[in-house]
Nanobody
Framework: EVQLVESGGGLVQAGGSLRLSCAVS????????FGWFRQAPGKEREWVSC????????YYEESVKGRFTMSSDDAKSMMYRQMNSLKPEDTAVYYC????????????????????WGQGTQVTVSS
């Protein structure tokens, strides 16, 4: 069983920054792909970024490229999302997720492919 716990959400002004954390019960060097998703009220859960398994590359949804970065710390079993230049449209509940992976490119996975999910953390960006 893989468990994930997000933290670091909050309320920020447009243009501000937040750093989200995801504590995981597996090490990043294990054969899992990890993803970040977000879901706004009344909308479908949206893929934002992912980290490929086995030291592979990261991938980002077009609207967050250059603003969001994703990293991991194997020693702490943590994933991080640095979010800069936040916009009101970034307001959502943000989730981290994991899936046992044999794919080289994690962006080939969709929402329904991920097996393990955190509880989510709320990010609210005010105008």
């Amino acid at each position: 069983e893989v468990q994930l716990v997000e933290s670091g959400g909050g309320l920020v002004q447009a243009g501000g920054s937040l750093r989200l954390s995801c504590a995981v019960s597996v090490f990043a060097r294990d054969s899992y792909a990890f993803g970040w998703f977000r879901q706004a009220p009344g909308k479908e859960r949206e893929w934002v970024s992912c980290l490929s398994a086995n030291g592979g590359s990261t991938y980002y949804e077009e609207s967050v490229k250059g603003r969001f970065t994703m990293s991991s710390d194997d020693a702490k079993s943590m994933m991080y999302r640095q979010m800069n230049s936040l916009k009101p449209e970034d307001t959502a509940v943000y989730y981290c997720a994991a899936v046992p992976s044999v794919l080289i490119v994690c962006s080939d996975y969709g929402v329904s492919d991920y097996d393990y999910w955190g509880q989510g953390t709320q990010v609210t960006v005010s105008s």
